[in-house]
């Protein structure tokens, strides 16, 4: 990269560094911009306008802000700055001192440090898109590595957010989710997009962490930016996937599956909205897909593995009465190899409250009872299992309302009422007062911001919607017209 030097001074053509042998020069990114543009150009006359749109780019500044970034310039080389930087009235300005240019040869051992950083960045990515929980931690320290050299620079910001939100999901099911590394996630996806507002793979990672916080809105509209600046990369569509709902879920999950065949977790985003719509037989058809994608996956290192297939899908064929099957795919699900996975212990989790409510439908008690335990054994945050283990044990009511209470106020708060209101439900359904539930759902679902809350109630073992349809058709109703 080339080194410019004038009188005792130096600019450093890549780190934009002003240096007075080993001082270094404070100014601000716009100010080393207007001295870099009149340097490069030395000595020929820049241009206000070239200047500013060098400088500031989008932002609407006047003359002014140019004249007193000069003025600061000035000052900054001193009493004789104005042997440096001489003014041309009504042109612009023009650097009059000799410049002399340098280009800078690495050695190895230079390009090695370079190259880290960027090796760290890779190596992170390539742990992260695996969903296992050990390389996500993995990733996690690349990252930061990659920042701690590269502060200046976007993508270690992008990389790190990514990682932060994935910790947090990890800990989404547990009693004490990790929130500190929501919020890192958040700053440093914004720090990302403000460093280079370009980079769609910023934009689509801010839209992932605002939609874990609740901001459902800010979002979408992040992950339609990053579609929009890359149309054909499949990270992005399945990222408006995750993020969106009804039939944009569905047109961006296609589109991701168009991109990159085999993608599991597209089909399973699918489902999803043909689950809430209550058409079950396109849910099977597309988790069938996802299943036969998840299983053709490679153990380990395969990108957006899937998971939590098997669970659904033993959903739909107990909705469908065919309970035998249903516990096979369960087994499936709770497979050593799911347990690896970032949502694995909370999919098996899904599958533990299944049993227990069947058990409890079946008139067994102590058995779902057991099972609920088993769910918060794994996921202590479950909130299903949570309710229906709360509702089963007078005994211990008091300490477990209390956590529970809390988890009620944490969802409220973040905008998701109807998953709150549906766990509000199950000691109600649990004691035969459906109409109560079925009503303070209705009543949530017409409340709620548009999204994906409340998809799976269609297919819930312990609410049994089919089982009273005379009561919850407001609720199925009010599903099917969320998810359209």
Same mark, same amino acid.
């Given at each position: 990269?080339?080194?410019?030097?004038?009188?005792?001074?130096?600019?450093?053509?890549?780190? #934009?560094?002003?240096?007075?042998?080993?001082?270094?020069?404070?100014?601000?990114?716009?100010?080393?911009?207007?001295?870099?543009?009149?340097?490069?150009?030395?000595?020929?006359?820049?241009?206000?306008?070239?200047?500013?749109?060098?400088?500031?780019?989008?932002?609407?500044?006047?003359?002014?802000?140019?004249?007193?970034?000069?003025?600061?310039?000035?000052?900054?080389?001193?009493?004789?700055?104005?042997?440096?930087?001489?003014?041309?009235?009504?042109?612009?300005?023009?650097?009059?001192?000799?410049?002399?240019?340098?280009?800078?040869?690495?050695?190895?051992?230079?390009?090695?440090?370079?190259?880290?950083?960027?090796?760290?960045?890779?190596?992170?990515?390539? /742990?992260?898109?695996?969903?296992? #929980?050990?390389?996500?931690?993995?990733?996690?320290? *690349?990252?930061?590595?990659?920042?701690?050299? /590269?502060?200046?620079? *976007?993508?270690?910001?992008?990389?790190?957010?990514?990682?932060? @939100?994935?910790?947090?999901?990890?800990?989404?099911?547990?009693?004490?989710?990790?929130?500190?590394?929501?919020?890192? @996630?958040?700053?440093? *996806? #914004?720090?990302?997009?403000?460093?280079?507002?370009?980079?769609?793979?910023?934009?689509?990672?801010?839209?992932?962490?605002?939609?874990?916080?609740?901001?459902?809105?800010?979002?979408?509209? @992040?992950?339609?930016?990053?579609?929009?600046?890359?149309?054909?990369?499949?990270?992005?569509?399945?990222?408006?996937?995750?993020?969106?709902?009804?039939?944009?879920?569905?047109?961006?999950?296609? #589109?991701?599956?168009?991109?990159?065949?085999?993608?599991?977790?597209?089909?399973?985003?699918?489902?999803?909205?043909?689950?809430?719509?209550?058409?079950?037989?396109?849910?099977?058809?597309?988790?069938?897909?996802?299943?036969?994608?998840q299983d053709a996956q490679p153990e380990?290192?395969?990108?957006?593995?899937?998971?939590?297939?098997?669970?659904?899908? &033993?959903?739909?064929?107990?909705?469908?009465?065919?309970?035998?099957?249903?516990?096979?795919?369960?087994?499936?699900?709770?497979?050593?190899?799911?347990?690896?996975?970032?949502?694995?212990?909370?999919?098996?989790?899904?599958?533990?409250?299944?049993?227990?409510?069947?058990?409890?439908?079946?008139?067994?008690?102590?058995?779902?009872?057991?099972?609920?335990?088993?769910g918060l054994s794994v996921a202590s945050?479950?909130?299903?299992?949570?309710?229906?283990?709360?509702?089963?044990?007078?005994?211990?009511?008091?300490?477990?309302?209390?956590?529970?209470?809390?988890?009620?106020?944490?969802?409220?708060?973040? &905008?998701?009422?109807?998953?709150?209101?549906?766990?509000?439900?199950?000691?109600?359904?649990?004691?035969?007062?459906?109409?109560?539930?079925?009503? *303070?759902?209705?009543?949530?679902? @017409?409340?709620?911001?548009?999204?994906?809350?409340?998809?799976?109630?269609?297919?819930?073992?312990?609410?049994?919607?089919?089982?009273?349809?005379?009561?919850?058709?407001?609720?199925?109703?009010?599903?099917?017209?969320?998810?359209?």
């Open positions: 990269m080339p080194l410019y030097t004038f009188g005792p001074f130096q600019l450093d053509g890549e780190s #934009r560094r002003l240096t007075r042998g080993a001082e270094m020069i404070p100014l601000s990114d716009r100010h080393v911009e207007v001295l870099a543009q009149l340097v490069t150009q030395a000595p020929n006359i820049v241009t206000k306008d070239a200047l500013i749109d060098a400088a500031w780019r989008d932002v609407a500044v006047t003359d002014n802000s140019l004249e007193q970034a000069i003025s600061i310039l000035r000052r900054a080389l001193g009493d004789t700055g104005a042997l440096f930087i001489e003014t041309v009235p009504r042109r612009g300005y023009r650097f009059v001192a000799p410049v002399t240019r340098e280009v800078r040869r690495e050695s190895d051992e230079g390009l090695a440090a370079l190259l880290a950083p960027h090796r760290a960045w890779l190596e992170g990515q390539s /742990l992260l898109e695996t969903l296992e #929980r050990e390389r996500v931690t993995g990733a996690e320290a *690349a990252f930061r590595r990659a920042l701690e050299a /590269l502060p200046d620079l *976007a993508a270690p910001h992008v990389g790190l957010a990514n990682a932060c @939100a994935f910790r947090f999901e990890m800990t989404r099911s547990l009693d004490a989710p990790d929130l500190g590394a929501l919020s890192s @996630a958040v700053q440093h *996806a #914004r720090e990302a997009c403000q460093l280079e507002p370009g980079l769609a793979e910023a934009w689509a990672t801010l839209g992932f962490v605002l939609s874990r916080a609740g901001h459902s809105t800010d979002a979408l509209a @992040a992950s339609r930016r990053a579609v929009a600046l890359e149309p054909d990369n499949w990270r992005h569509q399945l990222r408006l996937a995750f993020v969106s709902w009804g039939e944009e879920r569905l047109r961006a999950a296609s #589109r991701a599956l168009r991109l990159l065949p085999g993608l599991a977790l597209a089909h399973f985003l699918s489902a999803t909205v043909h689950v809430a719509r209550q058409s079950f037989d396109a849910a099977e058809r597309e988790i069938e897909a996802g299943v036969a994608a380990g290192g395969a990108r957006f593995s899937g998971v939590g297939l098997y669970w659904l899908g &033993g959903l739909l064929r107990l909705h469908r009465g065919d309970e035998p099957a249903a516990m096979t795919w369960f087994e499936r699900e709770l497979s050593a190899r799911g347990q690896a996975h970032l949502y694995g212990p909370e999919c098996c989790a899904n599958v533990h409250y299944a049993r227990g409510a069947l058990a409890w439908r079946s008139g067994d008690p102590s058995a779902a009872a057991a099972a609920f335990d088993q945050g479950h909130l299903l299992a949570r309710a229906a283990r709360t509702a089963l044990s007078a005994a211990h009511a008091d300490t477990v309302d209390a956590a529970l209470d809390s988890q009620l106020v944490r969802l409220r708060e973040h &905008g998701f009422i109807i998953d709150a209101a549906i766990a509000a439900g199950v000691p109600c359904v649990m004691r035969g007062d459906d109409a109560v539930a079925a009503t *303070a759902i209705e009543a949530a679902c @017409a409340e709620a911001p548009p999204g994906s809350q409340g998809w799976l109630l269609p297919l819930d073992p312990l609410f049994q919607l089919q089982a009273r349809p005379d009561v919850w058709a407001g609720v199925m109703a009010a599903l099917r017209t969320r998810a359209a």
